[in-house]
């Protein structure tokens, strides 16, 4: 079986509130990680909630790479969804761990659109 | 336990085609459904691929909706993420199936941010 995509749902505890409240800190770690694994950026949208949390979401040309923020829990949900066989998600994970100096990291692996592959005919 | 996010995995099978490319299609049905849900639209982004296929993310107070379709195979991967306890998944789901024409359609959620709740002293 073959997927189209594949989706990482990463949890990042234990954060740093305030780099996970700075729009800008989570806006940039977001633009790195798409760089890092050489993902094609097509949009960025971003969004500091008040009091406390922020959203970006990078649109790539291989899918998207989002994050939102709890400070108050010093946790971020990450999803990177890729339809690139070549994109390596561990440099993601890392990148990002490193950026929110999270102490407990969990990552979920989803493929996404199970096609059955195309039999071809057997002559034997 | 708590979560503070609900992340649903919606994955459409054997759709129309025609509706998955077209991206005024798909970027309508995706507003529709925030709206459906009463979801605070923050942002819209879309992409239309050459030859095939269409992205759209749409930002929400509440986290993000997104699709992604691959009209060559009548698949479309769409997420729903949010972190209200209001909003109603089934509701979107129905919505999109409609639009998308879509004749098997499975789902998964995901609790995002699984926070251990603060134990209150107890006289007893």
Redesign the interface.
């Known amino acids: 079986l073959n997927a ?2 594949k ?1 990482l ?1 990463i ?1 990042l505890y234990d954060c740093s509130p305030g780099a996970l409240d700075s729009l800008e800190t989570v806006s940039a770690t977001m633009v790195e990680a798409a760089n890092s694994v050489s993902a094609t950026i ?2 960025v ?1 971003e ?1 500091k ?1 008040q009091p406390l949390g922020v ?1 970006v ?1 990078v ?1 790539i ?1 291989e ?2 790479l ?1 994050i ?1 923020t ?1 400070p108050e ?1 010093g ?1 971020a ?1 990450v ?1 990177l ?1 890729t ?1 690139s066989d070549t994109m390596s998600p561990s440099v993601v994970v890392d990148l990002i761990r490193e950026a929110f100096g999270s102490k407990r990291v969990t990552t ?1 692996e ?1 493929h ?4 059955a592959p195309v039999l071809t005919g057997s002559s034997a």
């Open positions: 189209l995509g989706h749902l949890e097509i949009n949208a969004h909630f959203s979401v649109m040309a899918s998207h989002s939102h709890w829990h946790y949900a999803d969804f339809c979920m989803v996404r659109g199970i096609i």
